[in-house]
């Protein structure tokens, strides 16, 4: 709620919350406090629906906010678009995933949105670990220091003290007393900006880059995931959406990349 407060959201605001409950997930839960905390409009959709059922409610109510993981709002937008159904939308907030930028530019260009920010960084065992101002974007969060202490861990486990040096994000949650959280793995990857944030915050800032295991071992070639996430916004014909197989062949190893590009 504090995030999203900095945000501007208000009781003036229609959000819809397309994080998915159930399976013991915080995310729908959080989400569903933090907005009646600050007496927004609260659609709890729920994105475990079908995405025709999805799209049909918001072209129903109307919200001008919504919440979920990157591939649920790319479903919806693209069957929006598909069944032709006009959608106003000024903010997105979304988690769970990196949300790729040619998706962020066909939100500008098809809804009107204005803002697109992170909706928090969080464990469901830690809780809460960072939150994005207006100032931050992509990757880019303010650590909430007040309840979590952080440290990036390099893979021989020392601590990285060093700014832009990658090493996984290790929490500890210092308002847990009965069941402690100590030093707990996320299986992130991040490293420490040493800037400080234009908002003037003192909260430390770092960048959450994406799991630690996204190098794929194929033969003799070591392939990153962000290679090819630097690659795909240079062509307009692709979505951003993509997808590795990595299996064997002829007793060989080899990979195949799906590609989702854009209706011609």
Known sequence: AYEYKLSKLCSNDIAANL???????????????ALNHLGVTNLPIGGHLEIAEIV???????????????????GVFHYAQE????????????????????MITKFQKEWGVQVVQSAGYASVDA???????????????????????LELIDSDGHV????????????????R?????????????????QEPCACGSRDPVFCLIGRCDNRLQIGGSRIF????????????????IYQFVPQYKDGE????????????
Not at 253 to 264: G, K, P, R
Request: aromatic content about 12%.
């Open 225 to 240: 995931v962000t290679e090819i996430d630097r690659l795909l916004p240079k062509h307009e014909f692709l979505t951003g």
């Open 83 to 102: 069944h032709e159904i006009p959608l106003s939308i000024e903010k997105i907030f979304y988690a769970g995933e990196h949300i790729p930028p040619a």
């Open 56 to 74: 049909q409610y918001l072209k129903a109510f109307r919200p001008n906010v919504l919440f979920g993981l990157p591939s649920t709002l790319v």
């Open 253 to 264: 190893e080899c990979l195949d990349v799906f590609l989702e590009v854009n209706q011609l």
């Open 177 to 193: 007393k009965l069941m402690p959280i100590v030093r707990y793995r996320t299986g992130d990857l991040g490293y420490w900006i």
């Open 19 to 33: 994080f998915v409950a159930g399976h013991l997930w915080s995310s729908f839960l959080v989400i569903d406090r």
């Open 160 to 175: 990285i003290q060093n700014p832009k040096i990658e090493g996984e994000i290790v929490v500890t949650a210092l308002y």
């Open 127 to 149: 809780g809460i670990i960072g939150y994005q101002c207006p100032h931050q974007q992509a990757g880019i969060h303010h650590l909430f220091s007040e309840h979590i202490h």
